[in-house]
């Protein structure tokens, strides 16, 4: 069976902000290869039109080591300071897990380590599969990695679940008068991760994924 014609060929291109579906001409000079229009714009809104996100895969790259790097020190530094009478104790995210399962708290260490440690390294080689996929022009998979990064989108809608963690791991306090929690470096490195492979899923153009040749999936 052909493969269905692709809305390049057909001269059609949608705008990403009021979704309106524009005509232009297939080869037209006014939208580049890279998809980049000079000076056709949406004649709904206004904006500049582009059959894919500038240079996605960069900004999609660039943001994605950067919070890989910042991760390393969002789990290495203390998170967190709890401090009581007769006591001062600084965790970091593992830390903190282990002392609330030993503290008999195993549902809120589970949800901890969820946030904080499965959803970022999920985000992490769910996005790497995307881009190093999509930048080979791979043909394998391509409705399942589709889904995969309407997951990652839906994951990005409960990050910030990850900037409770501190709050969370408050529980290892026995609260009194004399008690103290104070956030500590790592929090802001956590912070950073989070608002960084946020920004990572939005810059990637999941159109990119239906680029090059067709084959049988």
């Known amino acids: 069976m052909s493969a269905l014609p692709r809305a390049s060929e057909l001269g059609l291109i949608a705008c990403t902000v009021c979704g309106l579906v524009c005509r232009n001409v297939p080869g037209d000079a006014r939208l580049d290869g890279d998809g980049v229009g000079d000076d056709m714009a ?3 809104c206004g904006t500049t039109l582009h059959r894919r996100k500038p240079n996605s895969y960069v900004r999609t790259w660039a943001l994605l080591i950067a919070a890989f790097i910042l991760y390393i020190p969002a789990n290495v530094l203390p998170i967190m300071r709890t401090a009581s009478l007769n006591d001062v104790d600084d965790n970091t995210i593992i830390s903190g897990v282990v002392e609330l399962w030993r503290a008999g708290s195993p549902n809120l260490a589970v949800i901890v380590f969820t946030a ?4 970022p390294v999920l985000k992490f080689l769910a996005l790497g599969t995307l881009l190093v996929s999509s930048q080979q022009g791979s043909g394998w998979a391509r409705v399942q990695r589709a889904k995969l990064y309407r997951l990652v989108e839906l994951i990005g809608y409960w990050s910030m679940l990850d900037v409770f963690v501190v709050a969370l791991l408050t529980a290892l306090v026995r609260f009194s008068v004399l008690s103290l929690v104070e956030p500590l470096p790592g929090v802001i490195f956590f912070g950073l991760t989070v608002v960084l492979t946020m920004l990572a899923s939005m810059s990637f153009d999941p159109r990119l ?9």
């Open 42 to 44: 949406c004649p709904r």
């Open 116 to 119: 904080s440690i499965v959803v």
């Open 209 to 217: 994924i239906w680029d090059g040749k067709d084959t049988d999936d």
